[in-house]
C-alpha cells in the first residue's frame, strides 16, 4: 500500500502546502468574475428589476459551463466538436391578424364551460437556455423534462437531452405507462423523489377564478405585492413547471394575462414544436418576452427570452434567444 501512496503523491501536479490552497484576498480575474455574478444585486443582496433574470441566468449558466460540455459531448457524434444549438427567434407570420388576448380569454372561458381537460399535477416542458463565459464559446443544451406524481404525493422526474442539431424534436412521450424515448436522446437524469407534504403554492393546486390565483402566483413567487407584467410571466413558468392545467385553470390565467400590462399581440407563429399559437410581447429594460398561446383554448403554450441590446462582453447581439420553454399537453 506504501508504494501505491507514493506513486499517487508523485502524480499529484499540486503538493498539499501550494498557496492556492491557502485563503487570501482574491486575484483580479477572480475579483472580476465575482464583481459579474454579483451584477443586478442591490445593497442588500435584493434582486433589481428590469435586466436582472437574463444577468442571472447567464451569471448562474457560466458556473455549469463544465457539466454542460460533458453533456453536449454524448450527445454529439463521436469524435466531433460539442453542438451549439443557438435557436433562432420565434418569427411572426407576416399574413397574420393578431388577436386580443380578451378574445383567447372569451375562447379559454368556452372551452372550460365545455367540460374539458383536467388539472393534472406534473409536466412536460422542453427548454433551453443559454450559458454564457467571458473566456469560453456559447455553451447550449436544450433539454426535455417529465415530471409525474403518484397517488402517495411522491413524484418522479425524468430529464432527457434533445440532440442539438435538431432543437424543438421531441425525444419522450409521456404515455399512461410511463414517459419513455421515442427518439435519440441521452438520459441527463432519472430521478424519485419521496412524499411531499407541502401544501404551499406551487404545489398546492391552483385555484381557477382570476382573483385566487392572482394571490397563488403573488404567494407562489414570495411576492411583497401583486405580481406585475414582469413577475406575472415568471409565475406562469413555475406553475406550468409544476402543473398541467386543465381549462378551468387556463381560463384563469388568461384572464389574469390579459389584464396586465403591456402585452402586445403581435400575429401567429409557429413554435418550437410545430404548434400554431398566438404571440403577445412584453418589452422589458434590456430584453423582450414572447408569450405563446394556444388560439382555440388560451392555453399558454411557450415563454421566450430574447436579448433587446447588445451584450459585447458576453457576445450577445440584440435579438439573440435567451432562453425558451414549451410546455406540452
Not at 409544476?242 to 390565467?253: K, V, Y
Not at 398561446?293 to 451584450?311: K, N, R, S, Y
Amino acid at each position: 500500500m506504501a508504494d501505491e501512496l507514493e506513486l499517487l503523491r508523485r502524480a499529484d501536479p499540486v503538493p498539499g502546502n501550494d498557496p492556492r490552497f491557502g485563503e487570501g484576498p482574491l486575484g483580479h480575474e477572480a475579483e472580476k468574475r465575482l464583481n459579474h455574478l454579483m451584477a443586478g444585486m442591490d445593497e442588500v443582496g435584493e434582486r433589481r428589476p428590469g435586466r436582472t433574470r437574463t444577468r442571472l441566468v447567464w451569471a448562474l449558466a457560466a458556473g455549469v459551463a463544465v457539466a454542460l460540455t460533458v453533456a453536449a459531448l454524448l450527445v454529439a457524434d463521436p469524435g466531433t466538436a460539442p453542438a451549439v444549438a443557438a435557436p433562432r427567434p420565434l418569427v411572426v407570420r407576416a399574413d397574420s391578424t393578431p388577436v386580443p388576448l380578451d378574445a383567447l380569454v372569451e375562447r379559454a372561458e368556452r372551452d372550460a364551460a365545455g367540460g374539458s381537460a383536467g388539472l393534472r399535477k406534473g409536466t412536460h416542458v422542453q427548454s433551453w437556455s443559454v450559458g454564457m463565459s467571458e473566456d469560453e464559446p456559447p455553451i447550449t443544451l436544450p433539454v426535455e423534462r417529465v415530471v409525474r406524481w403518484n397517488a402517495d404525493d411522491s413524484h418522479m422526474e425524468l430529464v432527457v437531452a434533445t440532440d442539438p442539431r435538431h432543437p424543438g424534436r421531441r425525444v419522450l412521450s409521456d404515455a399512461d405507462d410511463g414517459p419513455r424515448l421515442v427518439d435519440d436522446g441521452h438520459v441527463i437524469s432519472e430521478r424519485t423523489f419521496p412524499p411531499s407534504w407541502s401544501d404551499a403554492p406551487p404545489q398546492s393546486p391552483p385555484p381557477h377564478d382570476a382573483t385566487r390565483l392572482r394571490a397563488y402566483l403573488r404567494e407562489a413567487q414570495h411576492l411583497d405585492g401583486p405580481p406585475g407584467t414582469r413577475e406575472l410571466l415568471d409565475a406562469t413558468a413555475v406553475l406550468l413547471d409544476t402543473w398541467t392545467l386543465g381549462a378551468r385553470e387556463n381560463a384563469a390565467l388568461a384572464r389574469l394575462l390579459a389584464d396586465a400590462k403591456g402585452l402586445r399581440p403581435v400575429g401567429q407563429v409557429t413554435d418550437r414544436l410545430g404548434r400554431l399559437g398566438q404571440a403577445y410581447v412584453y418589452a422589458g429594460a434590456g430584453y423582450r418576452r414572447m408569450l405563446i398561446m394556444d388560439p382555440a383554448t388560451g392555453a399558454v403554450l411557450g415563454l421566450e427570452d430574447t436579448a433587446a441590446v447588445d451584450e459585447p462582453e458576453y457576445g450577445v447581439e440584440a435579438g439573440d434567444v435567451m432562453d425558451y420553454s414549451a410546455w406540452i399537453r
